[in-house]
């Protein structure tokens, strides 16, 4: 299976401060069409995950162009460019290019 | 709008077997593969397995952790799916989410608000 590690696990941010976190996977998730297979998740407290990124760094419909994603190969990161207090909630980053799935650990973003 | 609801969760006893559904709406059932994941209390999240659609041959698709226990079907009638798991253990205390599985663009698109499973003699 792909284990995938993030870091930190326990990110505090003040409003208006960018935030960084960092995902890295046991094998390569690039694959020879270009794509890297890893998604980011957002699941804030008491809701449903929800995408945030896809294929590394497409961000999916609706999201704020504060989130980006980049990386290829084994590293990967998800980046806030200025924190919002609707922002927090534990971050996910998940592979996709083969079965099982596997996520992250996820990091837990809050507000200072 | 697309919608998923869960239920069928509940508290179970170990060696028991539960059944969970997910009833979908506002979307072509029949065109998406669709998963169940789960988050253990205060945990992370798990993904359990994958149902594809009818071109795909309804395969599946079950995490190590659960294989040879638990079952994915779908009734496209219904527009439902479905998680049959047999043979609980403590461990597989969660809630457990559908989700729908976006294939050209390989990510969950949509995720149902779950149903909590309590697996405790």
């Known amino acids: 299976d792909i284990v995938m590690t993030q870091s930190p696990l326990s990110l505090p941010v003040s409003p208006g401060e960018p935030a960084s976190i960092s995902c890295r996977s046991s094998?390569?998730?690039?694959?020879?069409?270009?794509?890297?297979?890893l998604g980011w998740y957002l699941q804030k407290p008491g809701q449903s995950p929800q995408v945030l990124i896809y294929?590394?760094?497409t961000r999916a419909s609706g999201v704020p162009d504060r989130f980006s994603g980049s990386g290829s190969g084994t590293d990967f990161t998800l980046k806030i460019s200025r924190v919002e207090a609707e922002d927090v909630g534990v971050y996910y980053c998940m592979q996709v290019l083969q079965s099982p799935r596997t996520f992250g650990q996820g990091t837990k973003v809050e507000i200072k | 709008e697309v919608q998923l609801v869960e239920s069928g969760g509940g508290l179970v006893q170990p060696g028991g077997s539960l059944r969970l559904s997910c009833a979908a709406s506002g979307f072509t059932f029949s065109d998406y593969y669709m998963d169940w994941v789960r988050q253990a209390p205060g945990k992370g999240l798990e993904w359990v397995g994958r149902?594809?659609?009818?071109?795909?041959?309804?395969?599946?698709e079950y995490a190590a952790s659960v294989g040879g226990r638990f079952t994915i079907s779908r009734d496209e009638s219904r527009k439902s799916l479905y998680l049959q798991m047999n043979s609980l253990k403590t461990e597989d205390t969660a809630v457990y989410y559908c989700?729908?599985?976006?294939?050209?663009?390989?990510?969950?698109?949509?995720w149902g608000r779950g149903t909590l499973v309590t697996v405790s003699s």
């Open positions: 094998q390569s998730l690039l694959q020879s069409n270009g794509n890297n297979y």
């Open positions: 989700a729908r599985w976006r294939t050209t663009l390989d990510y969950f698109d949509n």
């Open positions: 294929l590394g760094s």
């Open positions: 149902i594809r659609n009818k071109a795909s041959s309804y395969t599946t």
